[in-house]
């Protein structure tokens, strides 16, 4: 009795090899290795290892450094978007709101394996942006957005009478965004996770006073 099966016994195939990686995590792994070393010291190299592909199925996925680069940053700022979407939605006190918004802040530069990598934008771009149009116009894109999240936030509490009838939502905003900027910087410097988390609430007790 047989056991194989024949080839015209079974459900045809689609030509052609399947995907051995999953194009989001790549990128994610791609992130990782230019999160590490900055855009400068990443080499295609150093790509290929962190995401186990190789050049030719790297260029053909996702394009050259620089594309992959900014395919990375793109990515970045979707996903912190959506986060701080999620954690400044109304519902909750504003002191609460922004206190998770830090928190969630530090989750991401406290991600890294074994050391703190602070914001991949704050850690990579910055520096890429003064010579790199197509950056510095995400970069700074970025920043706008977060600022306007914030901006949303404070005009929300200061309607519910959460803020001072005089406060200025934009103000407050940018004072919001220069603390996730700062404790950014200071992760990435190696400061511990404590320090920051208080250093964001004595900020978020100056904001919504």
Not at 93 to 103: G, K, S, V
Not at 121 to 135: K, Q, R
Not at 167 to 183: G, K, N, Q
Not at 184 to 193: E, H, K, N, T, Y
Request: proline letters at 5%; a neutral charge.
């Amino acid at each position: 009795m047989q056991t194989g099966i024949k080839t015209s016994d079974t459900k045809k195939r689609p030509r052609g090899r399947p995907r051995a990686y999953e194009p989001e995590t790549a990128l994610r792994q791609a992130a990782d290795a230019f999160w590490r070393a900055g855009y400068a010291g990443t080499s295609l190299d150093d790509l290929s290892a962190a995401t186990g592909m190789n050049r030719p199925s790297l260029r053909a996925a996702f394009g050259d450094k620089h594309e992959i680069y900014v395919k990375a940053l793109r990515d970045y700022w979707e996903r912190k978007f959506a986060l701080m979407g999620e954690v400044l939605a109304p519902g909750k006190p504003l002191a609460d709101t922004l206190m998770q918004a830090y928190d969630a802040a530090l989750d991401i530069y406290f991600s890294g394996e074994g050391q703190p990598r602070g914001c991949f934008v704050v850690g990579t771009a910055v520096t890429e942006a003064l010579e790199d149009p197509e950056v510095r116009q995400i970069v700074s894109d970025g920043f706008i957005g977060l600022d306007e999240r914030f901006r949303e936030r404070m005009a929300l509490a200061r309607e519910a009478g959460e803020l001072r009838a005089d406060a200025d939502p934009e103000a407050l905003a940018l004072l919001a965004s220069a603390t996730m900027h700062t404790i950014a910087i200071r992760a990435r410097a190696g400061r511990p996770r404590e320090e920051l988390h208080e250093l964001a609430r004595k900020a978020v007790n100056a904001i919504s006073r």
